[in-house]
Nanobody
């Protein structure tokens, strides 16, 4: 099972930019589809973005589409979430996730079997 460690969270003002990183252990990073999910206080965990094993398919939740970009770097075994123009509603703990499955449903949390511990993102107005 792959180990995932997120970093890059913190306090940011609305309209600024922030990049989250997720480092994956192991030598089979290219076999994993990767995703980002988030959970705000009192709310359920929700899908943010995901990217396929080859990196050719990327998916975004409607609230972040056009503002956030997911990418992956196989040379660094890492996946990133570039957050542009964040809003206070983006405040949440952000989780990195991975799956070996070649799934058509990379928006569902149930597709992903490995999870990081999360990194807090707070967007002030």
């Amino acid at each position: 099972q792959v180990q995932l460690i997120e970093s890059g969270g913190g306090l940011v003002q609305a309209g600024d930019s922030l990049r989250l990183s997720c480092a994956a252990s192991g030598r089979t990073f290219g076999s994993y589809a990767m995703g980002w999910f988030r959970q705000a206080p009192g709310k359920e965990r929700e899908f943010v973005a995901s990217i396929s094993q080859c990196g050719l398919r990327a998916y975004y939740a409607d609230p972040v589409n056009g503002r956030f970009t997911i990418s992956r770097d196989g040379t660094k075994n890492a996946v990133y979430l570039q957050m542009n123009s964040p809003k206070p509603d983006d405040t949440a703990v952000y989780y990195c996730a991975a799956t070996f499955r070649y799934s058509d449903n990379l928006r569902a949390a149930a597709t992903f079997g490995s999870w990081g511990q999360g990194t807090q993102v707070t967007v002030s107005s």
